[in-house]
């Protein structure tokens, strides 16, 4: 999962050069040529969508999506360990939730085609859908390792270490 995570990071990344570049080609459209290019705005609606759903599951893996530790560092390792496990159940429940939320607005909502671009909801959702699906994939490992005694943030690098992108 820490791979498929790091993949998700790599696309994510790909994803936020091509909205930039989308951005930029819509104002120099607009500027230089007095063209309103709708499709871009599309694109790069989709882009940033896939940015954020992709990225989050090696956060949650890092366990760094919210952070807030002042609590369980005044209390010790055992204290942190099991409001990790509490956190990682809630991100599971929180993904798990968007999952069926899919499941229920896709079907109906997914065979309507996008205004600008003119594909289907479920291919502009589709990364989004992706990136749900890793999320709860991420926290159950979390969650199964934290009961099994080991180190949960292990396979994904520690927060703040950017290294982990590149080896991930």
């Known amino acids: 999962m820490a791979r498929l995570a790091g993949w998700g990071v790599g696309l994510g990344l790909t994803l936020l050069a091509l909205m930039a570049g989308l951005v930029v080609l819509q104002v120099a459209a607009r500027n230089f040529a007095d063209v309103g290019l709708p499709w871009a705005d599309e694109l790069a609606r989709f ?3 896939g ?11 890092r366990g760094s999506l919210v952070a807030v530790t002042m609590l369980p560092d005044m209390l010790g390792p055992r204290a942190a360990r099991w409001f990790g496990l509490v956190s990682d159940l809630a991100t599971f ?3 798990a939730l968007l999952l069926w939320s899919f499941a229920e607005f896709l079907p109906r909502a997914g065979k ?9 909801n479920w291919v502009y959702y589709s990364l989004a859908l992706t990136g749900s699906l890793f999320l709860a994939l991420v926290a159950l490992e979390r969650i199964v ?13 520690e927060t703040g270490e950017e290294e982990a992108l590149k080896t991930a």
């Open 93 to 95: 429940a929180f993904a």
């Open 51 to 61: 940015l954020v759903f992709l990225s989050v599951p090696l956060l949650a893996g």
């Open 47 to 49: 882009s940033c969508i």
């Open 145 to 157: 390792t934290t009961l099994r005694g080991g180190a949960p943030s292990a396979p994904y690098g």
């Open 112 to 120: 309507f085609l996008t205004p600008a671009m003119r594909v289907p």
